[in-house]
């Protein structure tokens, strides 16, 4: 039976138990293999053909979600677009600060308890607790329909526990009368709790909570950026030839079979063959090559490559979705979607805690009325437990620890996305890390200079740098660069020619100088004596670009050319091994260069000449071995694999849609900066572990008081604040963390202590 696949958007999901929940709902249909991303808010199902989506819409919504088919997505479409649920939950959060700040304040500070406080109290927290918490009742009864319980059953009974209560006492006792105040006193007795109310700890408590449900949101939105970061990459238009002459569309009006040009320093609009011109291509950033490539009439170009040389003129053969960097957006998709999920740490303590605590509520309500106690009394003490059991500060544990944990990072160069980034890093034992703009600068320099016997260095590197800062080729740059800072001010150059793909001439200092290859310099008759030969060979077989000198009609030397390791690359990769984490080389580069630079650096598993699906490959190979990924990246064929690891790392200074993959950017361009962002992690996913674990000692340590009609409102108040004060102090100590070559972000090290790719 032939089958199709469906994606789905979700709305409405506050957890990971919600996702196995729909998962689940959808794969009882006949057929259905479904499986929902609590992360990236999206369903995937493999359904028969013909089957209607429809269906799965409907059989969503009866389980209390929303789901759409989503919207085709364009170049042009704004990044600012709107989200209701994150516009919800911004309202909700501006709107609960706005009135719960004043009724906590008003609870916990005597001296300000006006006559009929209370009552303010009251007008001022029922929003909060109705409106503002309305997402977590709404989640709390979906839970309550399919037996489980989640951080969102823990806040909803607490805080209408609360609520209700402080109704009772307000209405029935003696909390409404004149003159009534908390006073400040932490002695405990026991009461009937007619005079007392808890409406700061309920409305304190959905502030907290709904504050971190908005930053997790709106981290959690970004996931779609980075295919919208990979759709603005390609040309917006294109210079077609009709008629013979050149007219400017839109890339959506290209059709397979058009002709265009694409002049020096355009963006390459779609793929096709060339079929006039020749130039250099700098395609690194979709193979991950550092060297540009010479293209002639008859090669084949990629979309949204750049053309670094001279005109092109190219036919389309692929447009649209079938267009290598479309293949790409749907490599980055695929590997978003089926990333494993992480369940939220304050969720699996809830659904142990949560029952426990109603188990206790019930028992108290049972004791105290078989112990012959009055109803009421026996029902404030049960409904006590259910208040003292609302941490205040489990809506503080999270967010706090990873302010303080990225605004630290930041300092660093560290830009952690959210909470669910951090359980990776523990379990971490493997990282890929790529070669161009990770370990190397991805940048050109002069690698090697060969002199033959009688020519000094400086003469060699001044005859040619003058001719090459000539030329525009992007090689010529490297040697030209290396001249005038060693040799100074270079002389002119008359009668310059530029030999497309082959070299240059021209006259300096009187003579006629060639710089190039050796098919261009064997058209002058001039051939390399077998020293320069030999180094020639060593150079090129470690995968170094090699141009030859020449003037009078004789080889006078040889340069190299090569990508530069970066000058903390050998430490940070010994970092990494120290943290437990095994090391292997992933690049599109040759073979030859790829083994160099991992023998430098130390790194022992190399893989090599791999293409953007590939490197997604080889992450899931390693991830099907048992070995828990993370990658290290920067350029557009990173993106995928990023995606794909367990836990991705960009490079600040690659491409927006590597940044927009990943799960960690580094804004440091250096690698030791991987190093530091997995030991601020993993430091900070300890201080959120503690941070939760006090969030709910605080107040089980509270509960016994409350289960024996001891709980006093300037008790409950106190447990609220101080276990939030704990919480905040543990997470500043975070910003104590250093990195291991300095504690405030720097610029990347331009000395001259870089290493080079030699022979």
Same mark, same amino acid.
Request: charge should be negative; include cysteine; charged fraction near 20%.
């Given at each position: 039976m032939s089958t199709t696949d469906i994606e789905l958007e979700i709305g409405g999901m506050t957890c990971a138990s919600c996702a196995m929940r729909i998962e689940k709902k959808l794969n009882r249909l006949d057929g259905v293999t479904a499986s929902v991303n609590y992360a990236t808010e999206k369903a995937r199902v493999v359904v028969p053909e013909g089957f209607d989506a429809d269906e799965l819409i409907a059989e969503v919504e009866k389980t209390g979600y929303t789901a759409a088919v989503p919207a085709p997505q364009h170049p042009e479409a704004d990044d600012a677009e709107v989200d209701p649920e994150l516009t919800s939950l911004r309202q909700r959060l501006i709107g609960s600060v706005v009135l719960a700040v004043p009724v906590i304040v008003l609870s916990m500070v005597p001296a300000l308890q006006f006559t009929f406080w209370q009552w303010a109290a009251l007008a001022l927290a029922s929003p909060v607790i109705v409106w503002a918490a309305w997402?977590?009742?709404?989640?709390?009864?979906?839970?309550?329909?399919?037996?489980?319980?989640?951080?969102?059953?823990?806040?909803?009974?607490?805080?209408?526990?609360?609520?209700?209560?402080?109704?009772?006492?307000?209405?029935?006792?003696?909390?409404?009368?004149?003159?009534?105040?908390?006073?400040?006193?932490?002695?405990?007795a026991p009461s009937d709790g007619a005079a007392n109310i808890y409406l700061e700890v309920a409305a304190g408590v959905t502030m907290f909570v709904l504050a971190g449900r908005y930053f997790e949101k709106r981290s959690k939105r970004q996931a779609s950026a980075a295919l919208r970061a990979l759709l603005e990459l390609g040309a917006k238009d294109v210079a077609v030839l009709r008629g013979g002459a050149e007219t400017r569309i839109p890339i959506g009006e290209l059709a397979v079979g058009d002709e265009f040009v694409v002049r020096p320093g355009e963006k390459i609009a779609t793929d096709g063959v060339v079929t006039g011109g020749r130039s250099a291509v700098d395609a690194s950033m979709l193979t991950g090559e550092s060297v540009p490539v010479e293209i002639v009439e008859g090669d084949r170009v990629v979309g949204a490559t750049l053309n670094a040389?001279?005109?092109?003129?190219?036919?389309?053969?692929?447009?649209?979705?079938?267009?290598?960097?479309?293949?790409?957006?749907?490599?980055?998709?695929?590997?978003?979607?089926?990333?494993?999920?992480?369940?939220?740490?304050?969720?699996?303590?809830?659904?142990?805690?949560?029952?426990?605590?109603?188990?206790?509520?019930?028992?108290?309500?049972?004791?105290?009325?078989?112990?012959?106690? #009055?109803? /009421?009394? &026996?029902?404030? =003490? +049960?409904?006590?437990?259910?208040?003292? $059991?609302? @941490?205040?500060?489990? !809506?503080?544990?999270?967010?706090?620890?990873?302010?303080?944990?990225?605004?630290?990072?930041?300092?660093?160069?560290?830009?952690?996305?959210?909470?669910?980034?951090?359980?990776?890093?523990?379990?971490?034992?493997?990282?890929?890390?790529?070669?161009?703009?990770?370990?190397?600068?991805?940048?050109?320099?002069?690698?090697?200079?060969?002199?033959?016997?009688?020519?000094?260095?400086?003469?060699?590197?001044?005859?040619?740098?003058?001719?090459?800062?000539?030329?525009?080729? #992007?090689? /010529?740059? &490297?040697?030209? =660069? +290396?001249?005038?800072?060693?040799?100074? $001010?270079? @002389?002119?150059?008359? !009668?310059?020619?530029?030999?497309?793909?082959?070299?240059?001439?021209?006259?300096?200092?009187?003579?006629?100088?060639?710089?190039?290859?050796?098919?261009?310099?064997?058209?002058?008759?001039?051939?390399?004596?077998?020293?320069?030969?030999?180094?020639?060979?060593?150079?090129?077989?470690?995968?170094?670009?090699?141009?030859?000198?020449?003037?009078?009609?004789?080889?006078?030397?040889?340069?190299?050319?090569?990508?530069?390791?970066?000058?903390?690359?050998?430490?940070?990769?010994?970092?990494?091994?120290?943290?437990?984490?095994e090391p292997v080389l992933l690049t599109g580069d040759n073979s030859a260069v790829a083994h160099q630079v991992a023998a430098t650096t130390g790194i022992g598993q190399v893989i090599a000449e791999v293409l953007p699906q590939g490197k997604v490959d080889v992450i899931r190979r390693l991830q099907q071995e048992g070995r828990v990924v993370a990658m290290v990246g920067d350029g557009v064929n990173d993106a995928a694999a990023l995606a794909q690891a367990d836990l991705g790392l960009a490079m600040g200074s690659g491409s927006d849609i590597a940044i927009e993959a990943a799960d960690i950017t580094l804004v440091r361009d250096d690698l030791l900066a991987a190093a530091d962002a997995i030991r601020l992690a993993r430091r900070t996913l300890g201080t959120i572990k503690g941070n939760l674990f006090w969030a709910f000692a605080y107040n089980v340590a509270a509960i016994p008081l409350a289960a024996l009609g001891m709980l006093n409102p300037m008790l409950a108040g106190a447990a609220m604040a101080f276990s939030s004060v704990f919480v905040v102090g543990n997470s500043l100590r975070l910003r104590a963390f250093r990195g291991l070559t300095s504690t405030e972000h720097r610029e990347p090290s331009t000395e001259s202590t870089s290493r080079k790719v030699t022979a």
């Amino acid at each position: 039976m032939s089958t199709t696949d469906i994606e789905l958007e979700i709305g409405g999901m506050t957890c990971a138990s919600c996702a196995m929940r729909i998962e689940k709902k959808l794969n009882r249909l006949d057929g259905v293999t479904a499986s929902v991303n609590y992360a990236t808010e999206k369903a995937r199902v493999v359904v028969p053909e013909g089957f209607d989506a429809d269906e799965l819409i409907a059989e969503v919504e009866k389980t209390g979600y929303t789901a759409a088919v989503p919207a085709p997505q364009h170049p042009e479409a704004d990044d600012a677009e709107v989200d209701p649920e994150l516009t919800s939950l911004r309202q909700r959060l501006i709107g609960s600060v706005v009135l719960a700040v004043p009724v906590i304040v008003l609870s916990m500070v005597p001296a300000l308890q006006f006559t009929f406080w209370q009552w303010a109290a009251l007008a001022l927290a029922s929003p909060v607790i109705v409106w503002a918490a309305w997402p977590f009742h709404r989640a709390a009864w979906l839970n309550l329909r399919h037996g489980a319980a989640t951080m969102d059953t823990l806040i909803s009974v607490g805080t209408l526990a609360a609520y209700a209560w402080s109704l009772y006492a307000l209405f029935l006792g003696t909390a409404g009368e004149a003159g009534m105040t908390h006073p400040f006193e932490l002695t405990v007795a026991p009461s009937d709790g007619a005079a007392n109310i808890y409406l700061e700890v309920a409305a304190g408590v959905t502030m907290f909570v709904l504050a971190g449900r908005y930053f997790e949101k709106r981290s959690k939105r970004q996931a779609s950026a980075a295919l919208r970061a990979l759709l603005e990459l390609g040309a917006k238009d294109v210079a077609v030839l009709r008629g013979g002459a050149e007219t400017r569309i839109p890339i959506g009006e290209l059709a397979v079979g058009d002709e265009f040009v694409v002049r020096p320093g355009e963006k390459i609009a779609t793929d096709g063959v060339v079929t006039g011109g020749r130039s250099a291509v700098d395609a690194s950033m979709l193979t991950g090559e550092s060297v540009p490539v010479e293209i002639v009439e008859g090669d084949r170009v990629v979309g949204a490559t750049l053309n670094a040389g001279g005109r092109l003129v190219v036919r389309a053969t692929n447009v649209g979705d079938d267009t290598q960097l479309a293949h790409m957006a749907r490599l980055v998709e695929d590997a978003q979607t089926g990333k494993a999920e992480v369940q939220r740490l304050a969720d699996r303590i809830s659904g142990v805690f949560v029952p426990i605590v109603i188990a206790i509520s019930v028992a108290t309500l049972g004791a105290w009325l078989g112990a012959g106690f #009055p109803p /009421a009394a &026996a029902f404030t =003490a +049960a409904v006590a437990v259910l208040i003292i $059991a609302c @941490p205040c500060a489990l !809506g503080l544990a999270t967010p706090t620890a990873l302010l303080v944990g990225t605004g630290r990072g930041a300092q660093l160069g560290i830009l952690i996305k959210g909470p669910e980034v951090l359980e990776s890093t523990r379990r971490v034992d493997t990282i890929v890390v790529d070669k161009t703009g990770t370990v190397t600068s991805g940048r050109m320099a002069l690698s090697a200079v060969w002199p033959r016997d009688g020519v000094s260095r400086e003469e060699l590197l001044r005859l040619s740098g003058a001719l090459e800062a000539a030329s525009e080729h #992007p090689i /010529a740059r &490297a040697p030209a =660069a +290396a001249a005038e800072a060693e040799v100074g $001010a270079l @002389p002119p150059v008359d !009668g310059f020619q530029n030999h497309e793909g082959t070299g240059v001439q021209g006259l300096v200092e009187g003579r006629l100088v060639v710089v190039g290859r050796e098919h261009l310099l064997a058209d002058w008759a001039i051939t390399l004596d077998d020293s320069l030969a030999e180094r020639k060979r060593e150079a090129e077989a470690l995968g170094q670009t090699t141009v030859i000198v020449a003037w009078d009609g004789e080889a006078r030397g040889v340069l190299a050319v090569a990508d530069t390791i970066k000058p903390t690359s050998v430490q940070a990769v010994a970092e990494l091994r120290r943290l437990g984490l095994e090391p292997v080389l992933l690049t599109g580069d040759n073979s030859a260069v790829a083994h160099q630079v991992a023998a430098t650096t130390g790194i022992g598993q190399v893989i090599a000449e791999v293409l953007p699906q590939g490197k997604v490959d080889v992450i899931r190979r390693l991830q099907q071995e048992g070995r828990v990924v993370a990658m290290v990246g920067d350029g557009v064929n990173d993106a995928a694999a990023l995606a794909q690891a367990d836990l991705g790392l960009a490079m600040g200074s690659g491409s927006d849609i590597a940044i927009e993959a990943a799960d960690i950017t580094l804004v440091r361009d250096d690698l030791l900066a991987a190093a530091d962002a997995i030991r601020l992690a993993r430091r900070t996913l300890g201080t959120i572990k503690g941070n939760l674990f006090w969030a709910f000692a605080y107040n089980v340590a509270a509960i016994p008081l409350a289960a024996l009609g001891m709980l006093n409102p300037m008790l409950a108040g106190a447990a609220m604040a101080f276990s939030s004060v704990f919480v905040v102090g543990n997470s500043l100590r975070l910003r104590a963390f250093r990195g291991l070559t300095s504690t405030e972000h720097r610029e990347p090290s331009t000395e001259s202590t870089s290493r080079k790719v030699t022979a």
